[in-house]
């Protein structure tokens, strides 16, 4: 009796399982990354409220630079509209550098490669659309 409830519960939980198995990941790929020191860190917003406010964001990853691109995926993200910043943190010290005229002089990106006039871009430069459903890529290059 033991052994056909076991077998009972595992057919019920299967579908769900399945469920969880199906979720779509969002690859990032930042290019053109100068060198192997330090981290780069991504940050991923939903929203023009939360943009570039860092303890607002949906997701925030971190990985060892290599010279040329680095890659992230982005698990259990639900479907909407989001946006992508990317920084070189080359001496890691937690902060994108700047000179003394406030311009960045470590590397920076935004998804679709938005560009910004006299600072960062607005959301509705750097934002694509995620269904949920489907796996995305994007990639992005950085600017020294």
Known sequence: MIHSYTL???????????????AAELAITVKEVRNASGWV???VYDS???F??????????KAHASKGEVKFVVHDLPPGKYAVTAFHDENDNGKLDKNWL???????????EAKGSFG???????VF????????????SLNY
């Open 8 to 22: 009972a519960l595992a057919v019920v939980a299967l579908p769900f399982a399945s469920v969880v198995a199906n």
């Open 41 to 43: 860190l991504i940050a």
């Open 48 to 50: 023009d409220a939360s």
């Open 52 to 61: 570039l406010k860092l303890q607002l964001a949906k997701a925030e990853l």
């Open 102 to 112: 406030g311009v960045p002089t470590e590397g920076y990106g935004f998804s679709n």
């Open 120 to 126: 960062p871009p607005k959301f509705d430069r750097a």
């Open 129 to 140: 659309d995620f269904d949920g459903k489907t796996d995305k890529a994007i990639s992005f």
